[in-house]
């Protein structure tokens, strides 16, 4: 198993300018889940699916749009990309009855300048 | 509102020295309590977890000690080694929640030798 994976690594975007970061797990999870990682901010959910067609918004949404027409696909779009939306994104998914242990991409570091 | 309370934010430990990192709650409905390790570059990975039936949870070098009076639980890492480096985050979550999973700011551990 790949486990959950990223793309891209790393980007550069302009102000303005949009995106889609992918995530894709194969793990055959129901639950997927968007973060961002700021410095001495932990993880902030921006965004989480349920399943395929469900999706919810977190802590931190606004800027982001998700969909989830899979269940192994969850991308995280960018819209009009800001510089507040500089941080690294990870993706996660986890199993329903887990107790709530997730498992995590290895991120997408993201600059807006 | 940060639900989940961790400190210290960096914590320098001599090899061979015990790692301690506490956190802190407020919400009682959480009933899942896991500690994710994150090396640089790297998502987090599920390092511990417990309920809070239990006071103590022990793998290998790591143990986790919950109070649930004091709604406090703290990670403790024995024989600190150079390779556990990294940055450990506290989290909750709560049955029912869609495991959604709060996180402490996360603390960064250096053991020197």
């Known amino acids: 198993n790949a486990g959950v994976t990223q793309t891209p690594k790393f980007r550069i975007l302009k102000i303005g300018q949009s995106m889609t970061l992918q995530c894709t797990q194969d793990?055959?999870?129901?639950?997927m889940y968007w973060y961002r990682q700021d410095p001495g901010m932990g993880l902030k959910l921006i965004y989480y699916s349920v399943g395929a067609g469900i999706t919810d918004k977190g802590e931190v949404p606004n800027g982001y749009n998700v969909s989830r027409s899979t269940t192994e696909d969850f991308p995280l779009r960018l819209e009009l990309a800001a510089p507040s939306q500089t941080s690294v994104y990870f993706c996660?998914?986890?199993?329903?009855?887990?107790?709530?242990?997730?498992?995590f991409g290895p991120g997408t570091r993201l600059t807006v300048t | 509102q940060q639900q989940v309370k961790q400190s210290p934010q960096s914590l320098i430990v001599q090899k061979g020295g015990i790692s301690i990192i506490n956190c802190a709650y407020e919400n009682t409905a959480f009933d899942y309590f896991p500690w994710y390790q994150q090396f640089p570059g790297k998502g987090p990975a599920l390092l511990i977890a417990i309920r809070p039936d239990v006071s103590e949870k022990k793998e290998g070098r790591f143990t986790i000690s919950f109070n649930k009076s004091a709604k406090q639980f703290s990670l403790h890492i024995m024989d600190s080694q150079p390779g556990d480096s990294a940055t450990y985050f506290c989290a909750a979550s709560m049955t029912g929640g869609y495991q959604k999973v709060t996180f402490g700011i996360g603390t960064k551990l250096q053991v020197i030798p």
């Open positions: 793990m055959n999870h129901n639950y």
């Open positions: 996660a998914s986890s199993y329903g009855d887990s107790g709530g242990e997730q498992y």
